[in-house]
């Protein structure tokens, strides 16, 4: 059975430049860890994680976008927009919904999780599940998130020009 995540794209208006035309920012994190340390383009995802099977996909996207940022979730979760599902290359599910809102970069704490470093050394490591976040234009964004979750982008501007 695929895995399965969810989680959350925070959005921002820098500006309003007329009906036709938005500055938006998006919120992306880069994973934390010696095997992404050197990665950056096609690295950033959304905050996201794995659910398990008969959990509310909505409430781990929640909870992961707290765990990885050390805030929860502005606003209220009646304000989310649902932008659907991709799946990554390895075959992973990811779905997402959008949310408006703002957070410090800066004052991101991220949880943390332990693995053996170096391999095969027999010592474990502990380090940040992001190592850090930041905001994105959508052309900036488009580069650095893993391809398959670009489309999440492409949805939200989509929505956010129709609402105007």
Excluded at 42 to 69: M, N, Q, T, V
Excluded at 134 to 142: I, K, L, V, Y
């Amino acid at each position: 059975m695929p895995k399965v995540s969810s989680g959350l794209l925070l959005y921002r208006r820098t500006r309003d430049l007329g009906p036709d035309r938005l500055d938006i920012e998006v919120l992306l994190v880069h994973p934390g860890g010696p095997i992404w340390a050197k990665r950056d383009e096609g690295a950033w995802s959304i905050p996201k994680g794995e659910y398990a099977e008969g959990e509310d996909p909505a409430a781990c996207a929640a909870r992961e976008f707290e765990e990885e940022l050390g805030v929860a979730p502005p606003g209220s979760q009646d304000d989310w927009s649902d932008l659907g599902e991709v799946t990554q290359s390895g075959g992973k599910r990811v779905r997402a919904w959008a949310l408006a809102g703002d957070i410090d970069t800066g004052a991101v704490v991220s949880n943390t999780f332990e693995m053996e470093w170096p391999p095969r050394s027999g010592r474990r490591q502990s380090f940040p599940e992001v190592d850090r976040a930041a905001w994105m234009t959508p052309d900036q964004a488009r580069r650095m998130l893993n391809p398959a979750q670009v489309a999440f982008v492409d949805r939200l501007l989509d929505r956010v020009s129709s609402s105007g």
